[in-house]
């Protein structure tokens, strides 16, 4: 099947209004050797109840889990009804970017809400429309800091998510910049006297998380000052975005970027994407951030209305001297966001909280088994990192009974000797995490 | 209309939090009082407001579901309701990234099969579905140019881009520390030959070419392009933004081209939600495969799974793997039409394109009087001429006839550009009640041109003062 609407008698008086014999004569420009002489090799084409049925087939070669206690950077939330609801309106998800202000209200809007709620959580006073995701967000603040700095050293914190750190590695390549790592201490957290060793005039920014990839909450505000001392910036990241609901804003503490995934805010897993790079900085940086902004204005009659606004920082008007060469970004995960706060309000307190909870009393469980023990000691947030005997063992019988385990730490950390990384949403039912135990003995 | 922070009333709420069933330990305690907030921030409302609030705001937004969106280079064609369907498969959105290889048999096989498909419809001998857009395929696209020659030990500092390029193009090369050098276009509106051969030297990494270029028009010398890039020790990268005219009659692999990043939210019908998410897949020549991102998905005997083994990578450009629920769209896209299929896409996107060039070329001018591809390119400069009308005035005019305006100012080497992409999605009547739209407003112009320019009247606002924006930037509600 296909989604062309014309009819060979269609096709034929369009072809007479050009004045050409055939479809073939419009490609008359590509070289006769260079046009394909044949049908390419695709399977052949399906009929709408034929698609459903293969796909419903593809999907359901996949295994769903009856629990899942892989956190990692992708976290499994209740979506609340309202917000599939809004994201599946085709005046929303069938538009493009709102290039026509007066029938782009309602998206241009939306956009502007959602800056001032993720400007309210994480304590700056801008937020973008969004980037592709946390390690996109991380790595571009990260090139901005260098630029606008004029310095190319950049110092990661080892606790931040293993794939962003590879992530800022390649931005970083690209550029020219050098990456250093800054260790974490039994706490978890960052080591401050280490931090303070590698501080040097030619460091641009200190990526930070918090959480950190361990769930291991960090104390934002000593780590922007030591960063601003030697004239560095600070770069906070997060995990979830779900603990921005009871942790210090970021901002608050002297980040000069806050940045991470905000998937969590009502986006579902799909396997790893499309998620949504949350960037917000501080008004010094608003004429330099990347991605879309939207600001608002008035009309010729005076009435409140919204644009997207200081576009020279853009690609399509600054081109190579563009801040970033964002242009696509996602903004129906974006809304996804804006309706899922909404929805929530002031309750997303009480969702962290019980993400709290829950976190704890699995990790309290655990550590009451032989050979478990917490791996650090500083406070979390809804994932925890434990040494236990064997890690592979313990997933294959999480596994064994359709659960999916944590995350395998011996791979991006092999200094810990061995370990597990597990986390506990709301989604975690106490039977669950009862049951998970009781597998783990 | 008001704010949803207007509409805010403390001891609302909408979504309810379970009851805890564990011990609720005071987070004072748990995480100490220094790391935690003191207040939280966001509007309070109940369900229905919420959804009235975003029901206005959609009423507020113009899709392709509404009307015909012939926003040249932007490909916004009609996004078929099963992939939609399909895509929202509990098996497809509630797997974990890191759920073990044995659960996502069937998400790594799609992944596998549409890398290949589209190695097929391009003539390329793998893809990465890696890149989140089209421009992050581009970056991915030019970071494996970088590897390409750092892997045979030279440097070189350049990358040829043409003046009819796309902005995300040389924002790119620049991303990736390379400086930009601007090839000329001929008269034609082609790639100005002398001139790319007077700049291609051996210290010159690749030209980014887009074919057919943002004039709509295919590169006619094309063979002649890949040779000189090519006999310098140059690589040809393909900005398949354009794509939506080729697939199934050409293919870029075929045509010269070393490397290519697609739009899946252009030609293969994934729907643009707003400015996103999008998808930008990169597909190379066998000899650039081993520079590719990781994770790549291979297969044993039956069996998938991810590997990182690739040790010439050039790394990750994101977490995970893609945006995975795009990729299941443009499967399923890919799988519904076939072969056949694919081919009317491209023959009846240019199709479209051309009746509409020959339906206005008496009322508006030509950029370039050439039978073009997915897209005509027209000049308001007669307009302006004439009557003092501006082509944004023109646009503008458009949404008081229902229709979303054509990309204008763009490409920047036609001044007072008018961009027209159809798509092969659109009947004739569509077509033919949107070049009356644009003749009626031609007319009005040289009869009323303060009409034209005081559009739009029917729109929920006029004309917003871009300026003001800019000067004092408000990006974010400060009151209450």
């Known amino acids: 099947m296909d989604y062309v609407p014309h009819t060979p008698e269609d096709q034929k008086e369009m072809l007479k209004a050009i004045g050409v014999e055939d479809l073939e004569a419009l490609f008359a420009d590509i070289p006769a050797k260079y046009r394909l002489g044949r049908l390419l090799d695709l399977p052949a084409p399906l009929a709408e109840q034929e698609i459903w049925e293969h796909m419903s087939s593809l999907a359901a070669r996949n295994r769903l889990p009856g629990a899942t206690l892989t956190g990692a950077g992708a976290y499994r939330h209740y979506i609340p009804a309202v917000v599939s609801h809004v994201v599946g309106r085709s005046e929303f998800y069938t538009a493009y970017t709102p290039y026509q202000a007066e029938i782009s209200q309602g998206i241009l809007q939306a956009i502007y809400e959602y800056q001032t709620m993720i400007a309210r959580l994480t304590g700056t006073q801008v937020a973008n429309a969004s980037m592709y995701d946390g390690a996109t967000a991380m790595a571009e603040a990260a090139v901005l800091s260098a630029k606008s700095l004029g310095r190319s050293r950049l110092l990661v914190a080892r606790s931040v998510h293993p794939e962003y750190r590879k992530v800022i590695g390649t931005y970083a390549w690209a550029n020219g910049y050098a990456c250093a790592e800054i260790p974490f201490g039994a706490t978890g957290q960052i080591e401050r006297d280490a931090l303070r060793g590698l501080l040097d005039d030619r460091t641009a920014a200190v990526l930070v998380q918090s959480p950190n990839f361990f769930g291991v909450i960090e104390d934002i505000g000593p780590l922007a000052d030591l960063a601003h001392r030697r004239g560095a910036l600070l770069v906070a990241g997060f995990t979830d975005p779900t603990s921005l609901g009871i942790l210090k804003a970021p901002g608050d503490s002297g980040a000069d970027f806050v940045v991470g995934e905000g998937q969590g805010f009502g986006n579902p897993l799909h396997y790893g994407g499309p998620y949504l790079g949350i960037l917000a900085s501080t008004e010094a940086f608003m004429r330099k951030i990347p991605g879309r902004l939207v600001g608002a204005t008035v009309d010729r009659e005076g009435r409140r209305g919204y644009v997207l606004t200081l576009q020279t920082r853009e690609q399509h008007i600054r081109r190579e001297k563009a801040t970033s060469n964002i242009c696509s970004n996602e903004a129906l995960c974006m809304l996804a966001a804006a309706v899922y706060l909404a929805s929530l309000g002031k309750n997303l307190k009480r969702l962290a909280a019980l993400n709290v909870w829950k976190a704890n009393y699995l990790k309290e469980a655990l550590a009451a088994l032989p050979g478990w023990t917490p791996l650090f000691t500083g406070p979390v947030y809804n994932e925890f990192a434990m040494s236990c005997p064997d890690a592979k063992e313990a997933n294959r019988r999480l596994e064994r009974a359709g659960f999916i385990g944590g995350y395998d730490l011996s791979k991006d950390y092999p200094e810990l000797g061995g370990g597990i990384l597990l986390c506990a949403t709301e989604m975690l039912r106490r039977e669950d995490m009862d049951k998970a135990v009781a597998l783990l003995t | ?480």
Not at chain 2, 284 to 312: A, M, T
Not at chain 2, 369 to 397: N, P, W, Y
Request: aromatic residues 8%.
């Open chain 2, 1 to 480: 209309m008001e704010l949803i922070f207007e509409k805010s009333r403390p001891g609302r709420t909408a979504g309810t939090i379970p009851a805890s069933d564990v011990p609720e330990t005071p987070l004072e305690t748990l995480i100490g009082p220094d790391l935690l907030r003191d207040a939280l921030n966001l509007p309070e409302l109940a369900e229905v407001d919420i959804v009235r609030h975003y029901t206005r705001l959609a009423r507020r937004n113009f899709g392709v579901d509404v009307g015909f969106y012939p926003l040249g280079s932007c490909t916004m064609k009609y996004n078929p309701k099963v992939n939609e369907r399909v895509a929202a498969l509990d098996g497809f959105t509630d797997l974990h990234p890191y759920a073990p290889e044995a659960f996502a048999q069937g998400n790594l096989q799609l992944l596998y099969e549409l890398a290949g498909y589209l190695s097929e419809i391009c003539g390329m001998a793998d893809f990465t579905l890696q890149p989140a857009a089209g421009a992050h395929g581009e970056l991915t696209g030019v970071m494996i140019i970088k590897k390409h020659f750092e892997r045979k030990g030279q440097r070189r500092a350049t990358i040829l881009i043409p003046d009819t390029a796309h902005g995300t193009n040389p924002a790119s090369v620049a991303l990736c520390g390379f400086q930009v050098m601007t090839v000329r276009s001929d008269a034609e509106g082609g790639i100005d030959i002398r001139h790319l051969r007077e700049l291609m030297t051996r210290d010159v990494a690749g030209l980014m070419l887009t074919n057919p270029n943002t004039l709509g028009l295919f590169e006619r010398n094309i063979e002649e392009v890949a040779a000189i890039v090519h006999r310098k020790g140059g690589l040809l990268y393909c900005d398949g933004a354009n794509a939506n005219a080729l697939v199934g009659v050409t293919r870029p692999g075929d045509l010269g081209f070393d490397i290519i990043q697609l739009n899946l939210h252009k030609t293969f019908s994934t729907p643009h939600g707003c400015g996103g998410p999008g998808s930008g897949p990169v597909g190379v020549k066998r000899h650039l495969v081993p520079f590719l991102p990781v994770p790549r998905v291979v297969k044993r005997g039956k069996r998938y799974r991810w590997s990182e083994d690739f040790p010439h990578s050039i790394g990750r450009v994101r977490a995970f793997y893609g945006n995975f629920n795009v990729l299941v769209k443009a499967y399923t896209y890919i799988r519904s039409l076939g072969a056949a299929g694919i081919r009317r896409v491209s023959e009846n996107a240019v199709l479209n394109a051309n009746y509409i060039k020959e339906r206005l070329r008496g009322h508006y001018q030509l950029a370039y009087d050439r039978v073009c591809m997915h897209e005509c390119v027209f000049t308001g400069e007669r307009q302006l001429q004439e009557s003092g009308v501006h082509t944004t005035d023109i646009a503008k005019r458009l949404l008081d006839y229902g229709f979303h305006p054509p990309t204008i100012y763009f490409p920047l080497i036609v001044r007072e550009a008018i961009m027209i992409e159809p798509t092969e999605t659109e009947s004739k009547e569509t077509l033919d009640q949107f070049c009356e739209a644009m003749i009626s407003i031609a007319r009005e112009a040289r009869e009323n041109p303060e009409l034209v320019r005081s559009a739009p009247l029917t729109t929920p606002v006029r004309r917003l003062d871009d300026v003001l924006a800019a000067r004092k930037p408000d990006v974010c509600w400060t009151l209450c």
